[in-house]
């Protein structure tokens, strides 16, 4: 559910703004004068999704993007004036000291599973999953602004499976067994995709395919 609300908003924030640039440049609006004042607004949406993405993990870093994102809009809109770096690097240097005190203790390098079915989102941070499911059934794999590494080397895969990737301006990192076949259909757009996995043409074992795209960003397969 998560990665369903994630990329139907990131898709109508992108969408939208390339409507209304459109309009802009055709001197229907004047879209680049409205986006000086309320462009915060995509601050503040930035912090929608990380708290829609893993709010549990990620909370302290959504509220801060609310916060700058409103204290940003109101400058803007002539209610507050102040300087913008001198505000925003101090609470940038205490929430990345506050986000250290609090996931120290609390939180592994790796976070393992055995679930049949993957629904990761990253966004404005990393993730490290490792998979050990015994009938792995695929998922989906979300990363905006961030870093992804997910490793099914000890998951199994009875025929086939199918992993959904949306990442932009992102990297993802995906290691699979080495008697898997990976089949990537992801489309690239100012991105790449680079396959090292040893599955071949003829391979007769599991097979995983890969879908989805992969935007000002990377995907490295391997075994």
Same mark, same amino acid.
């Given at each position: 559910?998560?990665?369903?609300?994630?990329?139907?908003?990131? @898709?109508?924030?992108?969408?939208?703004?390339?409507?209304?640039?459109?309009?802009?440049? +055709?001197?229907?609006?004047?879209?680049?004068?409205?986006?000086?004042?309320?462009?915060?607004?995509?601050? =503040?949406?930035? @912090?929608?999704?990380?708290?829609?993405?893993?709010?549990?993990?990620?909370?302290?870093?959504?509220?801060?993007?609310?916060?700058?994102?409103?204290?940003?809009?109101?400058?803007?809109?002539?209610?507050?004036?102040? %300087?913008?770096?001198?505000?925003?690097?101090? =609470?940038?240097?205490? &929430?990345? #000291?506050?986000?250290?005190?609090?996931?120290?203790?609390?939180?592994?390098?790796? %976070?393992?599973?055995?679930?049949?079915?993957?629904?990761?989102?990253?966004?404005?941070?990393?993730?490290?999953?490792?998979?050990?499911?015994?009938?792995?059934? @695929? #998922?989906?794999?979300?990363? =905006?602004?961030?870093? /992804?590494?997910?490793? +099914?080397?000890?998951?199994?895969? &009875? %025929?086939?499976?199918?992993? %959904?990737?949306? /990442?932009?301006?992102?990297?993802?990192?995906?290691?699979?067994?080495?008697?898997?076949?990976?089949?990537?259909?992801? /489309?690239?757009?100012?991105? @790449?995709?680079?396959?090292?996995?040893?599955?071949?043409?003829?391979?007769?074992?599991?097979? +995983?395919?890969?879908?989805?795209?992969?935007?000002?960003?990377?995907?490295?397969?391997?075994?």
């Amino acid at each position: 559910m998560k990665q369903t609300s994630i990329r139907i908003l990131t @898709g109508i924030i992108i969408t939208l703004i390339g409507i209304f640039s459109l309009l802009g440049a +055709l001197n229907i609006i004047p879209f680049w004068e409205i986006f000086s004042t309320w462009w915060p607004i995509l601050v =503040i949406l930035g @912090g929608v999704l990380v708290l829609v993405g893993d709010w549990r993990r990620n909370y302290l870093w959504g509220i801060v993007l609310l916060i700058i994102g409103g204290l940003l809009l109101l400058k803007t809109q002539g209610v507050l004036d102040f %300087d913008l770096y001198s505000l925003i690097v101090p =609470i940038l240097i205490i &929430t990345g #000291g506050l986000s250290v005190l609090i996931h120290t203790k609390n939180r592994s390098s790796t %976070d393992t599973t055995s679930s049949d079915s993957d629904d990761i989102a990253v966004i404005f941070s990393g993730s490290d999953t490792k998979n050990k499911s015994q009938k792995y059934e @695929g #998922g989906k794999l979300t990363v =905006i602004f961030g870093g /992804a590494v997910l490793d +099914l080397r000890d998951a199994k895969l &009875t %025929d086939s499976a199918t992993l %959904d990737i949306f /990442a932009i301006c992102g990297g993802v990192e995906l290691k699979v067994p080495r008697d898997w076949k990976v089949v990537s259909k992801i /489309a690239p757009i100012a991105g @790449g995709v680079e396959n090292k996995s040893e599955g071949s043409i003829d391979h007769k074992g599991p097979v +995983l395919t890969l879908t989805g795209t992969v935007t000002l960003g990377g995907l490295e397969i391997k075994t």
